[in-house]
């Protein structure tokens, strides 16, 4: 198993607009204690996540980094651009039952130039 590749798949994956409109899907990718520091600067919950369940912006990603950091944890790092904003993303991702799910994730807007 290429376990940084499965990463990058699923991160692709969660902003796919056919994951984004599947609650269940949704439920399975998003550890239950989730928390996300948005953008926006808000603090997001598996609970915001899923009844804000629905389509997104159109996202851009590249520049993945994939840091195991042991036999069931990874720090995935990457850009992330929107025809609104440009910005860093990182996640951690932590195996729970042969399952990868997200516990966190953080969005930091980026300079226009970067």
Request: hydrophobic content about 40%.
């Amino acid at each position: 198993m290429n376990i940084p590749q499965t990463l990058i798949d699923l991160e692709m994956e969660l902003v796919s607009s056919s994951t984004r409109a599947n609650a269940e899907r949704l439920n399975e990718l998003i550890a239950e204690d989730f928390e996300e520091f948005g953008s926006s600067g808000r603090v997001i919950t598996k609970s915001d996540v899923l009844k804000g369940a629905g389509p997104l912006s159109k996202y851009e990603l590249s520049a993945f980094s994939v840091r195991l950091l042991g036999d069931k944890a990874a720090l995935v790092k990457y850009r992330a651009c929107t025809s609104a904003q440009r910005s860093y993303r990182s996640s951690v991702w932590v195996k729970h039952e042969d399952k990868w799910q997200m516990l966190h994730h953080q969005s930091t807007v980026a300079p226009s130039d970067a």
